[in-house]
């Protein structure tokens, strides 16, 4: 991916946000119990699958925290065992300082869950449906809340049209306004925008960003690193039922990121100079890009003494351009290492 980081408006916009100061270390003990606390999590299956091993995760309150794992990770059993719907094995598991067993009934107020399979397929409007599942958490009716959600998600308009008569993606955005319903404190959303087109893709991401901004704290699972890599605060990678990392979603790119410098020669060559063989460079099969990686995080990337040596060698290039390794090639590496 290109460096497009620092000229990004939403990133530069971030640290201002609540979220990115509750994402460190700095938690203000007077703003009560996080929003998720994981502790000691097991979860085999009755087949005997154990799909998740000793997860221990703490998640604050307003930020965005995504979760990514290849398919069988235990990224939907995890949300499961959170918002009440699958059995811990062992373990606990607390929401805004409430015990999923104990508290189970305040735990499950507080959570709102869109799923990962889509099953609306019904003649019921759009109205009748979110209206229902606000009523199925016990909660009064409150249709100026219901109307809030429907306008900020785009469906005001459809609000009297039955479910099965929209497209899938505002079938997606009507179970997000079912998720919102009960107006919950965190809200799990497992594969938001599996199979929804680019542009519907961006509209959900400032779905999430506003429901941020309202004080909303947002799990998310998601295949597309990108979605990642473009929202999260932080970021927890899942692999065989265990979180081998959680860090800063910033962190992380800077901590595993990988920088590369890319030369077009003006003469080709033919193998990189033995001389050259301590930068560890790479050639193109054509002979005409040299490419030198360096991590982002040393002090010394050793550009200068490459360019130097290049010099002279007579070595030559016409144009030049860095990249930096995406949050993809980060995850690939993690998940390659932790099999
Ligand atoms: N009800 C169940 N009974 C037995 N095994 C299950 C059950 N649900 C899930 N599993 C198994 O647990 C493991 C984790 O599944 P899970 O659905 O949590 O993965 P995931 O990370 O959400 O995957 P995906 O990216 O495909 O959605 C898988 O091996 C799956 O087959
Ligand atoms: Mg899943």
Redesign the pocket.
């Known amino acids: 991916m290109e460096n497009r980081a620092s000229t990004d408006p939403q990133h530069r916009a971030r640290p201002e946000t609540p979220a990115a100061v509750s994402a460190g270390a700095r938690r203000n003990p007077a703003a009560g119990p996080p929003a998720v606390t994981v502790e000691g999590l097991d979860k085999v299956?009755?087949?005997g699958?154990r799909?998740l091993q000793d997860v221990r995760l703490e998640i604050e309150r307003g930020e965005i925290f995504a979760l990514l794992?290849?398919?069988?990770?235990?990224?939907?059993?995890?949300i499961?065992v959170i918002c009440g719907l699958v059995n811990p094995t062992d373990g606990q598991v607390a929401v805004h300082g409430h015990d999923i067993v104990r508290d189970w009934r305040r735990a499950r107020g507080m959570v709102g869950l869109v799923p990962?399979e889509l099953a609306t397929d019904t003649f019921e409007t759009v109205w009748a449906t979110v209206s229902l599942s606000r009523g199925l958490f016990g909660k009064p009716p409150n249709p100026a809340h219901i109307e809030k959600v429907l306008r900020d998600l785009a469906l005001w308009d459809k609000r009297d049209n039955a479910i099965m008569t929209l497209s899938g993606g505002m079938k997606r955005r009507v179970l997000i306004a079912k998720a919102l319903a009960h107006e919950p404190r965190v809200l799990f959303l497992?594969?938001p925008t599996a199979g929804v087109d680019v542009e519907l893709r961006r509209e959900m991401w400032e779905v999430v960003r506003s429901l941020r901004e309202g004080g909303v704290t947002v799990i998310l699972?998601t295949?597309y690193i990108e979605e990642a890599e473009e929202m999260a605060d932080r970021v927890g990678v899942?692999h065989g039922?265990r979180l081998v990392r959680v860090q800063a979603k910033d962190e992380l790119m800077q901590e595993l990121g990988r920088k590369q410098l890319k030369l077009q020669l003006q003469e080709p060559l033919e193998a990189v100079p033995a001389e050259l063989a301590r930068h560890g460079l790479e050639l193109s099969a054509d002979g005409c890009e040299l490419v030198y990686t360096f991590a982002t995080q040393g002090e010394r990337t050793g550009v200068t003494g490459l360019l130097h040596d290049l010099a002279a060698h007579g070595i030559r290039f016409h144009d030049l351009h860095t990249s930096q390794s995406s949050l993809e090639d980060i995850f690939v590496d993690l998940v390659k290492d932790s099999r």
Not at 69 to 78: F, R, S
């Open positions: 299956y009755d087949s699958h799909a794992g290849p398919n069988g990770a235990g990224k939907t059993t995890l499961g990962q497992d594969e699972t295949h899942i039922g």
